[in-house]
């Protein structure tokens, strides 16, 4: 098992110090969510299943791959993800250039963890269609794929369409890992059939087994990689009964507060790594 570091529950001014902890003790990765913008209005900002706002327009934001590329220069081996980065809501070129650098600044240590996004006053902000977030999504993580590893691409699509480009440097990976998040039926189909891997949103071993199923359903047989955010873990004879469930990466929360959580990583560490 694999275990990361959500850094996006942190404030801000721990993530260097919770990511180069992480890096010393044996972490296999940190991760950071992002937006591009919140609005002032927060009419649209529902989050699904609740009757509240999913965002604080006084937030601070950051551009994920490029905070994650000054970690990168601060440690040394562990893995940089996002969880997730709202790829579609920039041209692929955009997304498709930093992640690539950020791979090739930490020598080929970047996860593209990617989401169709549920906050719908961004898109607007953003001028661009909500509704039309999932098939913008799914058609740049293939004009991505191609950018990374063809010589030279040329696309005419539903969203995107460019004459022949070039795009130097490719990744240091032969195959950058493009994680998909979401539990919608899009968002799984979309991680099984495009994509490298599923990461979850927090789950208990009694909630994720029937997202898990629908995976397996959907998945052709290739390699697949399953990250579940398990906030809730209760130690560490719980971790043989998410590999049995196909899970290889676990996102855990092992602090209660903030402040304790180089100490609630070092003590997790001395138990399970």
């Not at 296999?28 to 009757?51: I, K, M, N």
């Not at 009694?206 to 955010?229: K, N, W, Y």
């Not at 998410?242 to 290889?248: M, S, T």
Request: aromatic share 10%; charged share 25%.
């Amino acid at each position: 098992m694999r275990f990361g570091v959500p850094l996006g529950l942190l404030h801000p001014d721990a993530w260097r110090d919770v990511a180069v902890a992480a890096d010393e003790l044996g972490f296999e990765s940190v991760w950071l969510p992002e937006h591009l913008v919140f609005a002032t209005d927060l009419s649209l900002a529902r989050y699904p299943g609740t009757d509240r706002p999913g965002i604080s327009p006084r937030t601070p934001l950051f551009d994920a791959p490029a905070y994650l590329c000054w970690l990168a220069g601060l440690t040394s081996r562990v893995r940089l993800g996002t969880a997730v980065h709202l790829y579609a809501l920039r041209h692929p070129f955009v997304s498709a250039r930093a992640f690539a650098t950020l791979d090739r600044v930490s020598g080929g240590r970047a996860i593209c963890g990617v989401g169709a996004g549920w906050y719908e006053g961004e898109w607007l902000a953003a001028g661009m269609d909500f509704g039309t977030r999932g098939a913008r999504l799914d058609e740049a993580i293939e004009v991505t794929r191609r950018l990374w590893s063809e010589p030279a691409v040329e696309h005419g699509g539903r969203f995107y369409s460019f004459p022949e480009v070039a795009f130097e440097p490719k990744p240091v990976q032969d195959r950058l890992p493009i994680l998909a998040g979401g539990e919608s039926g899009a968002a799984l189909r979309r991680a099984a059939r495009l994509c490298d891997g599923w990461i979850s949103m927090p789950h208990s071993l009694e909630t994720i087994g029937p997202q898990l199923d629908r995976l397996t359903a959907l998945r052709d047989g290739r390699p697949f990689s399953v990250t579940a955010h398990a906030y809730a873990l209760t130690g560490p004879a719980e971790i043989p009964r998410w590999e049995r469930l196909g899970v290889d990466r676990m996102i855990v929360r092992p602090w209660r507060r903030g402040r304790d959580a180089v100490a609630g990583l070092t003590a997790f560490a001395a138990d399970c790594l």
